[in-house]
């Protein structure tokens, strides 16, 4: 990753919370998506909500951006939404 997409890029503005997900493992798949199509993304509390999985249902696992690649960010999430990023079930894999 070059530095103009580093995390943790002071320029880009703070992190906000662009969606919250009650499994983790939804969370990391719209994180991939984004990082994918450029944008810079983190996955708060997963490792929180996985620790104490009686409490999952009260605390969200959140997706978070930098506030200047939100617009973008939104983007992405209406095309994941869409079904733009899933994969054919009828297709073999490569190789």
Known sequence: MD??????????????????????????????????????AAVADAHLVQTHTLLAGAIPVRVLV?????????AVVIAFQRGDFSLPDDEAPPG
């Open 66 to 74: 930098p506030e200047r690649r939100f617009a973008q960010a939104e």
């Open 3 to 40: 530095e103009g997409n580093s995390p943790y890029d002071p320029a880009e503005g703070d992190w906000k919370t662009l969606a919250t997900f009650f499994s983790p493992t939804e969370a990391f798949l719209l994180r991939g998506c984004l990082q994918a199509s450029g944008v810079p």
